[in-house]
Nanobody, 126 residues
Framework: QLKLVESGGGLVQPGGSLRLSCAASGSTLDYYAIGWFRQAPGKEREGVSCISSAGAATYYADSVKGRFTISRDNAKNTVYLQMNSLKPEDTAVYYC???????????????????WGQGTQVTVSS
């Protein structure tokens, strides 16, 4: 019943910023950990960041640590990914997905996540 919809992608120059949103319907996000994943052309889908159900725990891939910030507003049923200092290698389709235990222990293993959104394209280019 949970449905996730990503938005906020677009074309941005290197060094720029974007904020992605993952909006949920059909169920409250209160019980779910939420992960952001991305898939670049010719590459496998990889975990970018994830956040526990109450927001107390977060994880960032080394490639985005210090540049991206994940947050959530459970009252709005939305999770955000603030992306700063964007690089061309950040170009990908970005997806959000839900994890039912609500916890983060070992990064954001893709097999633990489901109810995938449709994705939003992020392109970083001059």
């Amino acid at each position: 019943q949970l449905k996730l919809v990503e938005s906020g992608g677009g074309l941005v120059q290197p060094g720029g910023s974007l904020r992605l949103s993952c909006a949920a319907s059909g169920s409250t996000l209160d019980y779910y950990a939420i992960g952001w994943f991305r898939q670049a052309p010719g590459k496998e889908r990889e975990g970018v960041s994830c956040i526990s159900s109450a927001g107390a725990a977060t994880y960032y891939a080394d490639s985005v640590k210090g540049r991206f910030t994940i947050s959530r507003d459970n009252a709005k049923n939305t999770v955000y990914l603030q992306m700063n200092s964007l690089k061309p290698e950040d170009t990908a389709v970005y997806y959000c997905a839900a994890e039912v235990t609500g916890t983060i222990v070992h990064g954001c293993p893709i097999y633990e996540y489901g109810d995938w959104g449709q994705g939003t394209q992020v392109t970083v280019s001059s």
